[in-house]
T-cell receptor, first 114, second 114 residues
Framework: SQKIEQNSEALNIQEGKTATLTCNYTNYSPAYLQWYRQDPGRGPVFLLLIRENEKEKRKERLKVTFDTTLKQSLFHITASQPADSATYLCSPKISSGSARQLTFGSGTQLTVLP | NAGVTQTPKFQVLKTGQSMTLQCAQDMNHNSMYWYRQDPGMGLRLIYYSASEGTTDKGEVPNGYNVSRLNKREFSLRLESAAPSQTSVYFC?????????????FGSGTRLTVV
């Protein structure tokens, strides 16, 4: 069955360091993969989308990589700040057309310590 | 502000009662979705509507019905609430033809069934 695994339920890092979150998927061949941020009591907020033919994508302090051979995406936050503390969700998606294939990992809770 | 609006934000139901969760979006998106989020299980798709006039089942549709009232509104109905339906419910929308953006989520409805 299709499965998404995100690394460790919680990740604590020191302010200023780079946070690296992992998303592994099995039995998928996603056309693209999305990353979301979710704060307590709120809905997820879209951050980045990376396509299968893109190795890396950047947006400000965020960087996402996508390795279709390893079936893995890495999400990096450089120069992390306490305001980056949140839960981050990954969502691999099969090529457009079927919303049934849009599933989410259970998320990694990131805490950036001052 | 453009976005997805969900009502109510909180609700407590007794087992067997019925209720409808309302969702409206003002971004002119074609596709709308209902998810539930439970601790440790991530977001799970209940129903979706790829376009006005169509609806389809997601991963966990049992016990729910939906109505795509028009392009803006997509409601979720619990006909006979059960404690297993205690969860946080999120509505989302997207424009399938625009693959540069992810889903826009509402702020959620926290439902407790006693």
């Amino acid at each position: 069955s299709q499965k998404i695994e995100q690394n460790s339920e919680a990740l604590n890092i020191q302010e200023g360091k780079t946070a690296t979150l992992t998303c592994n998927y099995t039995n998928y061949s996603p056309a693209y993969l999305q990353w979301y941020r979710q704060d307590p009591g709120r809905g997820p907020v879209f951050l980045l989308l990376i396509r299968e033919n893109e190795k890396e994508k950047r947006k400000e302090r965020l960087k996402v990589t996508f390795d279709t051979t390893l079936k893995q995406s890495l999400f990096h936050i450089t120069a992390s700040q306490p305001a980056d503390s949140a839960t981050y969700l990954c969502s691999p998606k099969i090529s457009s057309g079927s919303a049934r294939q849009l599933t989410f990992g259970s998320g990694t809770q990131l805490t950036v310590l001052p | 502000n453009a976005g997805v609006t969900q009502t109510p934000k909180f609700q407590v139901l007794k087992t067997g009662q019925s209720m409808t969760l309302q969702c409206a979006q003002d971004m002119n998106h074609n596709s709308m979705y209902w998810y539930r989020q439970d601790p440790g299980m991530g977001l799970r798709l209940i129903y979706y509507s790829a376009s006005e006039g169509t609806t389809d089942k997601g991963e966990v549709p049992n016990g729910y019905n939906v109505s795509r009232l028009n392009k803006r509104e997509f409601s979720l109905r619990l006909e006979s609430a059960a404690p297993s339906q205690t969860s946080v419910y999120f509505c989302a929308s997207s424009e399938a033809r625009d693959r540069n953006y992810g889903y826009t989520f509402g702020s959620g409805t926290r439902l407790t069934v006693v």
